[in-house]
C-alpha cells in the first residue's frame, strides 16, 4: 500500500507543480506565492527522489521476492529521513494557503483563471491539491506504525531502527 500510496501521491504533486506552482510564479507576488505553495516544489524534489530509491522495491514485488521488501523500502527512505523535516514549513505555511489563495483570486482575474483549470485537468480543486502533503504527513505513522508491527526488533534489527528512526523524525516534523 505504501508503494502504491507514494506513486499517486507524487503524481499529485507534480501536477500541483507543473500545473499550479510554477505558473502562477510569474502571476502572484513572491510573498503571496510562498503563502500558498510554500516549499511544494522542494517536496516534489524529495518524491521524486524516493520514488527513485523506491523502484527496487517495486521490481522486487513484481518479481515476488517479497521477503526483502522490508529491507528495501527501509533503505529508500534511511537516508532522506532529514529532508522530510521540510514538511514542518509546508503544514505551518499551509495554515493561511487556502485564505491567501482566495484573497489572490479575488484580486487577479489571472490567478483566478489558472486556479479555475485544476478541477477540469485533474478533477480536483488546487485546494485540495494544496492539502494532500498535510494529509500525506498524517498517513505516515499509520504506515510506519504498521512496517514495525512487521519487524523484528531483535532478528530485523536494522530494519526495525530504520523504521523507528522515520517514525520519530516524522512524529517529530507533526509536532513542530
Known sequence: ELLNTEANYLQDLR???KEFARP???VMDRETHFDVFSNIIQLEMLHAQLETDLQVARNAVREGATAMLATLVAKAFTPLVPAFMMYATYCGKFTDAPARLAESVKSSAKVAELVA???RLFNTALEALLFR?????????LFLREALKHCDPEGDAANYAAFQAFFDAISTTIKA
Request: aromatic share 12%; proline share 17%; hydrophobic share 35%.
Open 15 to 17: 501536477f500541483t507543480v
Open 24 to 26: 502562477l510564479e510569474g
Open 117 to 119: 483549470r485544476g478541477p
Open 133 to 141: 502533503p498535510v494529509q500525506r504527513m498524517c498517513a505516515y505513522p
